[in-house]
């Protein structure tokens, strides 16, 4: 993805959802160190608006502990178990959405359970690579 596009959905999608879900300006953003991420629009365009809302800070080469990502590789591979694959992006979406909407909340209970040993998992590895 590039900075613009990025920039485009942080300003449009986040930067509302933000206003609405923290009106006191207490809401913390995570993101990762992806190019799109870091790039100089962006940044500025965090630092403009540090009274709305607080980007955290990210090390780079950080072990992944966000339980996100593990929902998008779940949700990747029941898309990719579909037959036939998806024709065009309208279809893409539905069944994207289809699958989002039907994920288990035990998954959920799950990832938030499995935290404390995925950190501690961390710390023994003193940050290099882990089984998770």
Not at 12 to 31: E, K, R, S, V, W
Not at 38 to 66: C, G, Q, Y
Not at 96 to 104: K, P, R, T
């Amino acid at each position: 993805m590039k900075a613009a596009n990025y920039l485009s959905i942080i300003a449009d999608q986040l930067h509302p959802f933000m206003a609405f879900a923290f009106p006191t300006g207490n809401g913390i953003f995570q993101q990762d160190n992806a190019p799109c991420h870091k790039a100089r629009i962006v940044l500025e365009w965090f630092e403009e608006h540090t009274d709305e809302f607080h980007l955290m800070s990210w090390p780079p080469n950080s072990p992944d502990l966000n339980a996100m990502e593990h929902i998008w590789d779940v949700m990747e591979r029941q898309l990719r178990a579909q037959t036939p694959p998806c024709p065009n992006i309208s279809i893409l979406r539905d069944r994207c959405l289809d699958i989002w909407y039907n994920l288990s909340p035990a998954m959920y209970q799950k990832l938030v359970a499995s935290m404390p040993r995925r950190v501690a998992a961390v710390l023994k590895a003193r940050g290099g690579a882990t089984r998770y």
